[in-house]
């Protein structure tokens, strides 16, 4: 970006900013989330693969499940230091020594409010409280990062008075939590350097969501000099969330020209793991992650995608483990339908193509969804002939057997034609194992996710996507039917269909 060099002379920019990840703390604090001591463990290996500096692995003190979980993440001799949470309470740090950690995460509310109705402490008690729980933490050997939980709400002296004197107890880095995101930019920016005016050691921001703020408050922290930002993947978290490790290392990384230890094409893979094993989903809005990303519909931005992909793309997908899709409807152009005509072999007549976006439109005005399939059957009418290049389910039959469902399909991919059958305890279920005994009879397949978008309802049809692994080459598979069973088929069908006859990267929904 033109403007970076102005940044890095007009802020004072660190170096380099360490992420502290937070995912398997704050991010399992999310309502409705609850992770196993395995999908912590899974996860903290993820979190380590991408490249996170510091790993909050969890408050040991929550449960004895918590505690096993953090000490086997501790032994496993990963890259990222360990940390864990406590609060300035002796038994809270003692639970802390016995996981292991090399770091740990003391905290105690700093603000009026939380003094009066949560703490009942007078300033002064929460001053020599957090000082001598720093000394403790310090005399057993840790790293200690100290936050003032809530410091935005926090009478300003009184909190860089509590920095002064923890920091000369010895803690190694200090925290300022945006607990309750009630902070702006401009503000957030003013507290990081009044703090780092005032103490030696480097400083955090820890920033929440609630008024859709966290990232850009996180930057105008490392604006303001801050070299440590605290985030969760997916941005999950307490309320509305945590600022997005995603988010905020691609604005660091493209916007910023900031380096960071994260690597990018490791970020899109962590994401899916997280939303699989909370059960927290995506937003397909989602920024960097979300389904619609580097999706493109419009005709006028599909016209110039397809000439160059910056025309409508600030970052290449492939940054992030990403591949570009164009997607069908009522706002697609007619280079977008030439262009996938063309991938599947069809003549390229401009006055069949202006008919075939002709029926997408109708499809579209009467508010259906249209499919890469429905484009191509809509093709196939117009040009009253078949291309050959197509994957196609020929057919699937499902029966309910005692208390499971057993599913048949016959499907053609690649020119061959294969069929399978399955078992599950829904009718998507065997559907989904009938597919893949099908196409593992052509490829070693693994399915890597499976996602079911259903509004029940008939008018309605199911939309399906799916992303499998061949050989280390991935793809993502999408298919549209009234029977969701039919729809995770078709997008199974797909997916593999793609890796086979090796694909183009811009693919179609």
């Given amino acids: 970006m033109a403007w970076q060099k102005l940044l890095q002379t007009e802020y004072h920019l660190p170096h380099r900013v360490y992420l502290f990840d937070t995912t398997l703390r704050d991010g399992e604090q999310t309502p409705g989330a609850a992770l196993k001591p395995q999908d912590k463990i899974r996860l903290a290996e993820a979190l380590d693969q991408l490249g996170v500096d510091i790993i909050e692995a969890g408050f040991p003190r929550v449960s004895k499940g918590e505690m096993e979980a953090i000490k086997e993440i501790a032994r496993m001799g990963l890259g990222s230091k360990i940390c864990v949470l406590a609060r300035c309470d002796k038994g809270d740090i003692d639970a802390a020594i016995d996981v292991g950690s090399e770091w740990i995460h003391v905290f105690i509310a700093t603000s009026d409010i939380h003094l009066k109705y949560k703490l009942m402490m007078s300033r002064e008690q929460v001053l020599e409280r957090a000082v001598s729980m720093v000394e403790y933490a310090k005399s057993h050997g840790f790293t200690v990062h100290f936050s003032a939980e809530d410091a935005t709400r926090t009478d300003l002296p009184f909190l860089i008075k509590v920095f002064q004197e923890v920091e000369k107890a010895g803690a190694d880095s200090l925290d300022i939590p945006d607990t309750v995101g009630t902070a702006i930019p401009h503000i957030m920016k003013r507290i990081v350097a009044e703090v780092k005016k005032a103490v030696k050691i480097p400083v955090a921001v820890h920033c929440h969501d609630d008024f859709g703020l966290a990232v850009a408050n996180s930057l105008a922290g490392v604006e303001a000099g801050a070299e440590i930002v605290h985030a969760t993947i997916n941005g999950i978290g307490e309320r509305a969330g945590n600022a997005s490790l995603e988010e905020i290392v691609a604005a660091l990384k493209f916007l910023y020209g900031l380096e960071t230890n994260i690597r990018f094409e490791k970020i899109y893979e962590t994401s899916r793991l997280v939303e699989k094993l909370t059960g927290i989903t995506v937003p397909k809005n989602k920024a960097v992650v979300g389904d619609n990303a580097f999706a493109h519909e419009s005709g006028i931005h599909v016209h110039g995608v397809l000439g160059s992909p910056l025309t409508y793309e600030p970052v290449m997908p492939e940054n992030f483990g990403r591949r570009r899709r164009i997607v069908y409807g009522k706002h697609s152009g007619i280079h977008g339908v030439e262009a996938l005509l063309r991938e599947y072999g069809f003549n390229i007549e401009r006055e069949k193509i202006g008919r075939v976006l002709s029926l997408i439109k109708e499809i579209g005005d009467s508010g259906g969804k249209v499919s890469e399939e429905t484009v191509l059957n809509i093709a196939d009418q117009v040009y009253g002939s078949k291309s050959p290049e197509r994957s196609k389910v020929l057919g699937l ?113």
């Avoid at 991919?413 to 196409?439: H, M, N, P, R, W």
């Avoid at 995770?488 to 593999?496: E, L, M, Q, R, Y």
């Fill in 397 to 509: 039959r499902i029966a309910k057997a005692d208390s499971e469902y057993e599913a048949f399909c016959d499907i053609s991919i690649a020119g061959e034609q294969v069929k399978g059958g399955g078992s599950g305890k829904t009718a998507v279920l065997a559907s989904l194992s009938a597919v893949l005994d099908a196409v593992r009879k052509l490829a070693d397949v693994e399915l890597l996710d499976v996602k079911i978008y259903s509004t029940h309802d008939d008018r309605h049809p199911a939309e399906a996507e799916v992303e499998v692994l061949v050989k280390d080459v991935k793809a993502v598979g999408r298919g549209l039917d009234i029977d969701p069973a039919k729809a995770v088929v078709s997008a199974v069908t797909s997916a593999v269909h793609q890796i086979l006859v090796s694909q183009s990267s811009i693919r179609v929904s």
